[in-house]
């Protein structure tokens, strides 16, 4: 069964403090992509990657940054988390090729403080 | 701007009918659209693909259609379940980078 997790379930962290939300799949994609989703706002792209260690900003890339040193893991990083950062994410892979589903993770839900 | 419209009030049934929801874009030509169940505390589950030289397309009680002159998709659930209840993302493949752009999706709730 493929699959894409993620590191918690449940996080909870204060003002100020970096956060690391890791996400592995085992489909070996080459596409990892990080989503917030609010109430009402849907899915926001915040990066993506094609590649080891090729990132690409989505629509809201201010306040986090990414790291992917190995295919299989793409970590989102808030480098000061700030209560504005309060979601659920979303990790996703993607095969290359316009045929292919995403597969997303469980998602992790943060609360900062 | 780039925009996509699903409704975003509930769309409530009873159960056994047919279900009908809406992903309205602009701006966009997309080659290939995509269906998705999102429900409560978890992520999306893909549903159906569909491209742009496809008029409809269909799996089980599932029913896609995609009219790139309206830039309109319209996804029908037949024979309605309680247990269709959630929330569908319709999401357009515009090229590049194989990425897609995400609906806010709409919740459907099937009564008994």
């Known amino acids: 069964d493929v699959k894409v997790t993620q590191s918690s379930r449940y996080l909870v962290k204060r003002t100020g403090e970096k956060v690391f939300l890791e996400c592995v799949q085992d489909?070996?994609?080459?596409?990892m992509f990080w989503y917030r989703q609010d109430p009402g706002l849907g899915l926001r792209l915040i990066y993506f990657?094609?590649?080891?260690?090729?990132?690409e900003k989505g629509d809201i890339p201010e306040g986090y940054s990414v790291s992917r040193e190995k295919k299989e893991r793409f970590s989102l990083i808030l480098e000061s988390a700030s209560t504005n950062q309060t979601s659920m994410y979303l990790c996703?892979?993607?095969?290359?090729?316009?045929?292919?589903?995403?597969?997303f993770g469980p998602g992790t839900r943060l609360t900062v403080l | 701007s780039q925009k996509i419209e699903q409704n975003s009030e509930a769309l409530n049934i009873q159960e056994g009918k047919t279900a009908t929801l809406t992903c309205n874009y602009t701006?966009?030509?997309?080659?290939?659209l995509q269906w998705y169940r999102q429900d409560p505390g978890r992520g999306p589950v893909f549903l159906l693909l569909i491209r742009e030289n496809e008029k409809e397309k269909r799996k089980e009680r599932l029913k896609v259609t995609f009219d790139t002159t309206l830039k309109q998709s319209l996804f029908h659930i037949t024979a309605s379940q309680p247990a269709d209840s959630a929330t569908y993302l319709c999401a357009l493949d515009i090229g590049g980078y194989n990425k897609l752009i995400f609906g806010a999706g709409t919740r459907l709730a099937v009564h008994p």
């Open positions: 701006n966009y030509s997309p080659a290939y």
């Open positions: 996703a892979s993607r095969g290359t090729g316009r045929n292919n589903e995403q597969f």
């Open positions: 990657s094609y590649d080891v260690k090729m990132k």
């Open positions: 489909m070996d994609h080459e596409n």
